[in-house]
């Protein structure tokens, strides 16, 4: 028995690519179906996978994991009939499909592309494929304690809302319940469109009344004399003091995120300047590297090798690091007395970008420059006028959100 997945060049490029067929043949006897569409440069032939760039990658790659991990399972069971093969990868009863075993396998699903992505090296997008997996098997977890076995045709408002009203009854604050629900429902669609089932709509109006307002969510942050606090902080513990130059150094880089600092490559450093990638969107800021930023960088920067700083990169070293970055921030918002605005908290990761977004605002800079520096997504008539500032006017206002020393 031979099943491949692989493009069909015969029938020439439909436009929108090839057809992407899973051929089945055992001695004489084949069966080919078609489940998608790619461009040469989309495809990997060696791993019979669609690669980042295929537009629908996001849905396809999943499917074709699914297909190949169900080709292995009948290859390894000594199946010889070609004909119920195809029936075991294609043939589902939509009434007896499993909502929790889709999910589970969807989760495994993102466990292996992050490791398929860790093989080619592209550690960025093995920890967003995982960040992603993590947060979809979060909420199933929850899910699960209620309802072990549902299917999809057992979805409906009832079950949900009954999920919910656990939780609140628990005192489970509005963002972790929306959370929770805005997974199950993303691996729900996501199932809907795999199998091409009836779409019930079971989390339609289940979110009712759980709207974040936007004065209790909103943003953290510090004052830049508290900027300066940190500036001047000198420990004799060099964690701390390096999870503190951390802290500034996401300030300095326009609010960028943790994530984003500890797995900066080598390349984003040229000249006196650095790129900035939010892993987060994909968008990029370009920023200049002022001084105190640079003394930070010489100061824990590899002297060769992929990445510019140290620390390992495995993703369990890289959580661990993050754990112990927490709480050190905390300890030094109590030792140096730093208050969190406008309603109190704890100095952690987000601080540093809302306090960046905060003090451009205070200083009156255009908002679009505001948007350059700290790389938000756009939208198409954002990203028609991307850039449209010069890279001075963009260094002076850079500096002058940063600057600590005319307060």
Known sequence: MKIVIKLNKSNGDRGNGYEIIVYCNHLRTRKQKVIGYSKIAHFNEDMQLVNEKHPDYEELLPRLMDIKLKARKIIASGMVDVEKAMQQLFDVEPESLSYIKFCEDYISELTAIALESEKRGDIQQRNRVLGNRDANRNSLNQFKKFFPEIKFAELNYNTVLSFRQHYENAGASKRTIVHYISQLKSMYN????????????????????????????????????????????????????R???????QFYFGGCDLTDLYFLPMTALFKDRVLIERSKTGQ???????????????????????????WDKDRKKYLYFMSNYFLSLKRLQAKLEIKIL??????????????????AKQLMIDTDIIRELMAHERNDVDNFYKDKFSEKVRDEALFKIIDTDSI
């Open 284 to 310: 990029v800021a370009n920023l200049k590297l002022h001084p105190k930023a640079k003394e930070i960088i010489d100061r824990y920067k590899c002297h060769s090798g992929r990445w510019v700083f140290p």
């Open 243 to 249: 999870n503190r130059d951390l802290f500034l150094l």
């Open 342 to 359: 406008p309603t109190g908290g704890n100095l952690a990761v987000k601080v540093a970008r809302h306090t960046f977004g905060n003090r």
């Open 190 to 241: 996501k199932g809907v469109r795999k199998y091409k089932l009836t779409d019930t709509q079971p989390f339609k109006y289940t979110l009712d009344n759980l709207t974040i307002k936007s004065f209790n969510a909103k943003k953290k942050y510090i004052e830049i004399a508290d900027i300066k606090k940190l500036e001047d902080f000198k420990s004799i513990y060099k964690a701390t003091e």
